[in-house]
């Protein structure tokens, strides 16, 4: 079956602009995830929905980045203002449900970067 | 979030068995023990998870040192396309639900 998708899969974009990045998940999946990686990094978590509702923002570094899954399946990224240092790959992970033994499933990831 | 411990890389040989070192000292007992990897240019992808007992599965051993303090993920015979970085991640036993990464360990698998 599908897995999960991600587009763009590259974007590029100035300084101060505004991006949004899209994450479509295995279907019937209710809980959706959102990390970023930087070069040489392992993955760092941003936020977190069990179906609708954000349930651990935690992750967000500021109040640039802002996520929203409207009806419960797809999920968009939300960057206002972009800077340098928010270049790096946004990956999408989704799972069945939530719990400590529930595999979560990664998209391939969108590459961002901000000249 | 407890933290865990890993060599930043390690190689093997193609066909030979792989263990790899994950030490986790402060973990608690209700954390479970996942691993995931990551090949290049892709996402990460789940490996094996646990939390007192050793397990198996189709890709993976994981054996769980006997105080939790430390454990390993073996991969029975390498082959190339075993090749990637390797997390080792504790999830707590409350109510998060996401994954905290380390920068795991680089697996080079010689042919």
């Known amino acids: 079956g599908a897995g999960v998708s991600q587009t763009p899969s590259n974007k590029v974009t100035e300084k101060g602009k505004y991006v949004e990045l899209r994450c479509d998940p295995i279907s019937g999946h209710t809980a959706l995830y959102w990390y970023r990686q930087s070069l040489g990094q392992g993955p760092e978590f941003l936020i977190y929905?069990?179906?609708?509702?954000?349930?651990?923002d935690s992750g967000l570094p500021n109040d640039r980045f802002f996520a929203v899954r409207p009806e419960g399946s797809v999920s968009t990224l939300k960057i206002q203002r972009t800077e340098r240092g928010d270049s790096a790959v946004y990956l999408c992970?989704?799972?069945?449900?939530?719990?400590?033994?529930?595999?979560?499933?990664f998209g391939p990831g969108t590459r961002l970067t901000v000249l | 979030d407890a933290k865990t411990t890993q060599p930043n890389s390690m190689e093997s040989n193609e066909e030979e068995p792989v263990h790899l070192p994950c030490n986790h000292s402060t973990i608690s007992g209700t954390d479970y023990i996942h691993w995931y990897r990551q090949l290049p240019s892709q996402g990460p992808e789940y490996v094996i998870h646990?939390?007192?007992s050793n397990v198996n599965n189709r890709m993976a051993s994981l054996a769980i040192a006997e105080d939790r303090k430390s454990s390993t993920l073996i991969l029975h015979r390498a082959t190339l396309r075993d090749a990637a970085v390797y997390y080792c991640?504790?999830?707590?036993?409350?109510?998060?639900?996401?994954?905290?990464f380390g920068t795991g360990t680089l697996l080079a698998v010689q042919p």
């Open positions: 992970a989704s799972s069945l449900t939530a719990g400590l033994g529930i595999e979560q499933f």
């Open positions: 646990g939390l007192t």
């Open positions: 991640i504790l999830r707590p036993g409350g109510a998060t639900n996401k994954l905290i």
């Open positions: 929905f069990q179906g609708t509702g954000a349930a651990d």
